[in-house]
């Protein structure tokens, strides 16, 4: 019976060798010669201290900081662990809410958000990414149309001219990867970094 069982021990053996330890291990050597950064989890770097990633969106609270878009990310419910509360942004749960349109809990907080924006003073059309979440609940950017909605709330938060934070806005446009995949798109903390580093 071991004859037949040995052939199978050695393949598995070997496999968990060549898949489970020595791929990843070529792999990861790979990636840190060639992308360190992204390798690494594309940490943005402040002062000596990581202050987020550009791959991961997050909550700014102030109305002197771009907002990025909701997010419909959740945790356990500390009162009731069968349950689950909104976290926005939490990234150890990265999923989108899976609400369909008809949904009334969708419709309602999407309402709510345009009647938060239209309070703030926004006029005319509201872009689609400044209301409604990504399929990953995290995304860190948005649209330019999105973040030029948001340079009058700055602007005055901060005592700046607009001019000049749209010109900021401006030169934080992404642009298409190899020029033709994904969307224009602006990094909102790389956008609130360099906003914080504005002179007066």
Excluded: C, W
Excluded at 21 to 41: D, H, R, S
Excluded at 43 to 53: A, N, P, Q
Excluded at 60 to 85: E, I, L
Excluded at 128 to 138: E, I, K, N
């Amino acid at each position: 019976m071991f004859q037949h069982l040995r052939p199978a021990l050695v393949m598995i053996m070997a496999f968990v060798l060549l898949t489970g330890i020595a791929y990843p291990l070529a792999i990861t050597a790979v990636a840190q010669v060639m992308f360190p950064g992204g390798a690494n989890g594309s940490l943005i770097v402040k002062d000596g201290k990581v202050v987020g990633s550009a791959l991961i969106g997050q909550a700014f609270g102030s109305d002197r900081y771009f907002q990025p878009r909701p997010s419909a990310t959740t945790a356990t419910d500390p009162q009731d662990a069968s349950k689950t509360v909104d976290a926005p942004y939490n990234a150890a749960a990265s999923a989108g809410s899976n609400l369909g349109p008809l949904n009334k809990k969708l419709i309602d907080r999407v309402k709510g958000d345009v009647a938060r924006l239209r309070a703030a003073g926004v006029s005319g059309p509201i872009p689609v990414d400044a209301v409604t979440t990504s399929a990953s609940g995290l995304d860190p950017h948005v649209a330019p149309e999105t973040a030029l909605l948001q340079v009058a709330r700055v602007a005055m938060a901060r005592g700046l001219a607009e001019d000049r934070v749209r010109a900021l806005v401006t030169a934080h446009v992404e642009g298409r990867a190899l020029g033709l995949l994904g969307e224009l798109r602006v990094n909102v903390l790389r956008l609130n970094l360099a906003l914080d580093a504005l002179k007066r």
